[in-house]
């Protein structure tokens, strides 16, 4: 199952599109990874690394760039044994 979401036409750069969210019942801290769904780095979008949040790198153009983005969020629990957690988000321009 994917999530999707959509990016509105001519939003600006830094446009915040989701904010991913994850809990550790143990309380260990909690860290973002986003990669495309091939698995290499996204040229459109970056998440915080702290905060979970993907903001949009550049302004998309709509008659070129694809109409869907393939994303996935890898939560990592910094604990013992560390332990990791992926979501699978699909952005919609």
């Given at each position: 199952?994917?999530?999707?979401?959509?990016?509105?036409?001519?939003?600006?750069?830094?446009?915040?599109?989701?904010?991913?969210?994850a809990l550790?019942?143990?309380?260990?801290?909690?860290?973002?990874?986003?990669?495309?769904?091939?698995?290499?780095?996204?040229?459109?979008?970056?998440?915080?690394?702290?905060?979970?949040?993907?903001?949009?790198?550049?302004?998309?153009?709509y008659e070129?760039?694809?109409?869907?983005?393939?994303?996935?969020?890898?939560?990592?629990?910094?604990?013992?044994?560390?332990?990791?957690?992926?979501?699978?988000?699909?952005?919609?321009?």
């Open positions: 199952m994917k999530n999707l979401f959509l990016v509105e036409y001519n939003v600006c750069m830094c446009y915040s599109v989701i904010a991913i969210k550790s019942h143990q309380g260990y801290p909690l860290s973002y990874e986003l990669t495309t769904e091939s698995g290499s780095q996204s040229n459109e979008f970056a998440i915080d690394h702290s905060s979970g949040v993907v903001d949009l790198l550049r302004i998309l153009d070129k760039d694809p109409q869907q983005y393939h994303l996935k969020v890898k939560v990592i629990e910094n604990g013992r044994p560390a332990r990791t957690s992926t979501v699978n988000v699909c952005i919609q321009s």
